[in-house]
């Protein structure tokens, strides 16, 4: 199906089947690799690694940030402009942001690999500890050149309505990753180098395969001659604000956390923080495979002036986002003993007694999650970074560090129930956007 049909005449709820579903198939393969790479070295390597793996990692995820600003800033205004009938304009904020992206990686990674020891140190890391997560930084700022494209194309595959390639891709990319990580920790014995390496491999393999097609002209986008302007860099790095901010945010809440937490707890807490993460990790991705799946659809009615078809679209992904967030606070509070020893099966009586109750206090959080996270992809697909902005700024950073300082007499209780805390305030900022931007629209007749 071409895509102005499938956004435009697709009924709204089979288009959440045909879009959102597999967009959401998509993330958990991402985030079931992240499960099985966590897996691989807290079982296969042990406790240490496993802390300098949770220590590095908002640190690397800082380095797909830029990349991720662009990726999701360019692909707003580019279904936007499809919508319009504005093909070459599409064409050229494509071509502009593959570029963008291949210079950010070249000098995000450079910073980080130069960085990587003096950062270890300022988190509070000593030792073997501290070497192991410089280990796992450095490969993948060597690596951030071609890897971190791979984030962009996915949404481009999904602007031209290639979304079963965009979820195979994904799929073929954590299988091809989990594959090559099982063989350089458990037979060949690697370090925890090898770990991130086995990432890097997957997504440089599967960027390539995705770009093959873009090459040979057989996609709605296609590369042209770029023409950059300060209004285009604007336009993307606006959109793609909301994305940007919640990544940087959300690792700087992480560091900070990890900063607390080594100190409260030593290297227990911050693999206990860890295991949050992961089980975070999974849900959020699938949240977002709904939610950021249908962004192409809505931007593109938006751009068409199709108001009542893009409320329809969002009814549905409002209604999915909030069951399945609650359906997830339900299993995870009753099975947190399960979830921790798919991490540390061998743990001791003390680490399964902290985990459990951090584990079940954190479920909390997907109460309420699900409202900020609909609210701000809303804003997002409809080119409204400002309040987008807004929303994930608070529940990225604002609301996290609030709650540490409100909640700090309560020790490690306090931090297991921060983003719990933080999410029922986002939650209500929301809320409030979303009545303040609805009473906008009404009055100027959308």
Request: proline share 4%; aromatic share 10%.
């Amino acid at each position: 199906m071409n895509t102005n049909d499938l956004f435009t005449k697709t009924p709204p709820l089979k288009l959440f089947i045909t879009a959102a579903l597999p967009g959401a198939i998509s993330m958990l393969a991402s985030a079931l690799y992240q499960l099985i790479d966590g897996v691989f070295v807290g079982r296969i390597l042990g406790e240490t690694p496993f802390a300098a793996l949770n220590l590095a990692m908002p640190l690397v995820i800082i380095n797909f940030a830029l990349a991720d600003l662009v990726g999701v800033g360019s692909s707003v205004p580019i279904s936007i402009s499809l919508g319009e009938k504005k093909d070459r304009e599409a064409n050229n904020i494509f071509t502009c942001a593959c570029i963008m992206i291949v210079l950010a990686g070249i000098a995000v990674g450079a910073g980080l690999f130069a960085l990587a020891p003096m950062l270890m140190r300022l988190m509070g890391a000593e030792g073997e500890f501290a070497s192991l997560a410089v280990q796992y930084l450095r490969v993948y700022a060597l690596c951030s050149p071609v890897t971190t494209i791979i984030f962009a194309v996915d949404n481009y595959l999904r602007i031209c309505g290639k979304i079963r390639g965009s979820m195979f891709l994904n799929i073929l990319m954590a299988g091809s990753s989990a594959i090559l990580e099982f063989l350089f920790l458990f037979v060949f014995r690697w370090g925890i180098w090898a770990a991130a390496l086995a990432t890097c491999m997957g997504m440089m393999i599967c960027a390539v395969i995705a770009f093959i097609p873009f090459f040979a002209g057989k996609m709605r986008l296609s590369f042209c001659r770029p023409k950059f302007s300060v209004k285009l860099i604007t336009r993307i790095v606006g959109c793609g604000c909301p994305s940007f901010l919640s990544n940087i945010a959300g690792r700087i809440t992480s560091i900070v956390m990890n900063v607390f937490l080594v100190r409260l707890g030593g290297e227990t807490a911050v693999s206990v923080y860890g295991i949050l993460m992961y089980i975070d990790g999974i849900v959020q991705s699938l949240l977002y495979g709904m939610c950021d799946s249908l962004q192409p659809a809505v931007g593109y009615n938006w751009g068409a002036r199709l108001y009542s078809r893009v409320k329809s679209i969002e009814k549905c992904c409002f209604g999915a986002a909030g069951i399945f967030s609650l359906i997830s606070a339900v299993v995870i509070f009753a099975f947190p003993k399960a979830v921790t020893e798919l991490f540390m099966g061998n743990a001791g009586e003390d680490f399964m007694l902290i985990a459990v109750g951090a584990v079940r206090l954190f479920s909390l959080t997907y109460i309420t999650r699900w409202i900020s996270f609909a609210s701000q992809s809303y804003m997002l697909a409809i080119e409204k970074p400002a309040p987008a902005s807004a929303i994930s700024i608070s529940i990225s950073l604002v609301f996290p560090l609030l709650f540490i300082a409100v909640l700090w007499p309560l020790g490690l209780t306090g931090m297991w129930l921060n983003l719990a805390a933080a999410s029922v305030a986002s939650a209500v900022l929301s809320v409030v956007i979303l009545i303040k931007f609805t009473g906008i629209n009404v009055r100027k007749g959308i």
